[in-house]
């Protein structure tokens, strides 16, 4: 029994590969949470292009009114203007920026 604790004691096979797990595995966490702040970067920038293209959709009507011999119909008119937010770039990513728009 005092051998078979003793091989034990002196045995440091299992720590070493230990080591190394608990290295790769950090190195592994701090790769996937860049990753993942990155994608959501990239989704966030992409969700702004698509507000953008649907903020600069021309909106406006105009309807020419008509006359004949016995009536007329008047015409009419919407012009589309710019809304808060509509332009490339108005996301702030966060608060401290607020004021700079």
């Known amino acids: 029994m005092a051998n078979l604790f003793n091989n034990l004691m002196n045995d440091e096979a299992?720590?070493?590969v230990s080591a190394e797990l608990v290295i790769i595995a950090t190195v592994?966490?701090?790769a996937m949470?860049?990753?993942l702040s990155e994608v959501a970067m990239n989704?966030?920038?992409e969700l702004e292009d698509v507000g953008s293209a649907f903020g600069s959709l021309n909106q406006s009507v105009h309807v020419q009114g008509t006359a004949g011999h016995y009536a007329n119909v008047g015409g009419s008119c919407h012009q589309d203007r710019a809304d808060y937010c509509d332009q490339e770039?108005?996301?702030?990513?966060s608060s401290n920026?607020?004021?700079e728009h």
């Open 14 to 16: 299992g720590f070493i």
């Open 28 to 30: 592994g966490v701090l």
């Open 33 to 35: 949470i860049v990753g």
């Open 43 to 45: 989704v966030n920038h």
């Open 89 to 93: 770039g108005d996301i702030c990513p």
């Open 97 to 99: 920026n607020m004021n």
